[in-house]
């Protein structure tokens, strides 16, 4: 009788000890960048359809404001404060607006427990839905600002400083919007509050600021969005003071960061609730 040691049988627990040890080890934790980018892509793809139309609805509001205010306002500052807070407005609709309903009605209907499922951070969510929703805002915000511009007689030259404002802008106030669904208690507070900040949008940023009361233009420089429109509405001058511009950009992205930041703790205290 030959002697076979026990860890070369093929049913022996030995040999199969090893292989259950590592088939047990878990993957490695998904990683942002790779993350962020599939949850911009996957709503991306989502809200493709169902926001363009918005997208119209807020460009074309944006338009008929332009054409109210131009039978009110003088041209120069006040033409350059008009067509500068109509572009981001359109910003302000989608990014602000659109992502608290969004954030709101996905909270009360659950569909936060399928992102908490899934092995990919809080932060990546919370990015990849507000880089998808602002990247809607790119077609009517230029077409917006071009139709303005033709319509004040204003230059075009400066037009590229809109590659900064709208992401720039954009985060801010899909931060903000992120934030206000994901703390709202319901989808309806959700969408109330959504829409108050776009009207605060509309009423602090393409009115003219030297026609408010001092208490108004304190609240103005509270919005997120009121330096984005002063970065491009100080572009339109013959000799635009790029120091002026750079600074109210800064700004745009440390409440962009601020914001997101913000919007990604509300993300993770509505999610294990």
């Known amino acids: 009788m030959s002697v076979v ?91 602000l607006n ?42 009517g915000t230029i077409v917006t600002a071009v139709f303005g511009c033709a319509l004040f007689g204003l230059p075009l030259a400066h037009l590229w400083v809109l590659l900064a404002v709208i992401p720039l802008a954009g985060a801010a106030l899909a931060g903000l919007g992120a934030a206000l669904g994901l703390l709202a208690p319901r989808p309806e507070l959700a969408t109330l509050l959504g829409q108050l900040g776009m009207s605060a949008a509309l009423l602090l940023g393409v009115l003219p600021a030297d026609r408010m009361p001092e208490v108004v233009r304190f609240a103005r420089d509270l919005l997120p969005s009121t330096y984005g429109v002063e970065a491009f509405a100080r572009t339109f001058g013959p000799h635009p003071d790029w120091a002026f511009v750079l600074g109210d950009l800064a700004v745009c992205g440390v409440v962009g960061v601020v914001s997101l930041a913000v919007a990604t703790w509300a993300y993770r205290r509505a999610a294990v609730r």
């Open 5 to 95: 040691p026990a860890d070369v049988l093929p049913g022996s627990a030995l040999a199969v000890e090893e292989p259950a040890a590592c088939a047990a080890e878990l993957g490695p934790r998904a990683r942002l960048w790779p993350s962020l980018a599939a949850v911009y892509r996957a709503q991306l793809s989502r809200a493709r359809v169902a926001r363009i139309p918005l997208l119209f609805v807020a460009t074309f509001q944006s338009v008929g404001i332009m054409i109210l205010m131009r039978g009110v306002v003088d041209d120069g500052a006040e033409a350059q404060a008009v067509v500068a807070g109509s572009s981001v407005l359109v910003v302000a609709f989608v990014a």
């Open 98 to 139: 659109l992502l608290a309903q969004y954030f709101g009605q996905l909270r009360a209907s659950g569909g936060l427990d399928h992102y908490a499922t899934l092995p990919v951070p809080p932060a990546a969510v919370v990015l990849g839905a507000a880089g998808a929703y602002a990247s809607f805002t790119v077609p």
